[in-house]
Nanobody
């Protein structure tokens, strides 16, 4: 059974940094696209960043471009989201998602089959 487990969320002041991790278990192969989505209070879930199975191709939402960096370590079956220059509007539950394949990362939530339980990120002003 495939499981995604996020960690690294917490409370940080505006301008600070956090690194989220998402470990994938239950499948030996690393041939999956990964993404981070987030859902703020009273908002719909939105795409933040995505990465292809090799890590060579990444894509970002305009709202996080230049501040967030997605990366992966296939030897550890883990994907990371480095978040710098955090803003109060980045406050959300962050979810990682996976979909098996060799294509480019997708920005729509319906394109991902597996999801983690989410980790809370709170940015104070």
């Amino acid at each position: 059974q495939v499981q995604l487990v996020e960690s690294g969320g917490g409370l940080v002041q505006a301008g600070g940094s956090l690194r989220l991790s998402c470990e994938v278990s239950g499948r030996a192969s690393s041939s999956y696209e990964m993404a981070w989505f987030r859902q703020g209070p009273g908002k719909e879930r939105e795409f933040a960043a995505g990465i292809n199975w090799t890590g060579a191709r990444t894509t970002y939402a305009d709202s996080v471009k230049g501040r967030f960096t997605i990366s992966r370590d296939n030897a550890k079956n883990t994907v990371y989201l480095q978040m710098n220059s955090l803003k109060p509007e980045d406050t959300a539950v962050y979810y990682c998602a996976a979909d098996w394949g060799y294509g480019d990362p997708k920005s729509r939530a319906s394109g991902y089959e597996y999801w983690g339980q989410g980790t809370q990120v709170t940015v104070s002003s």
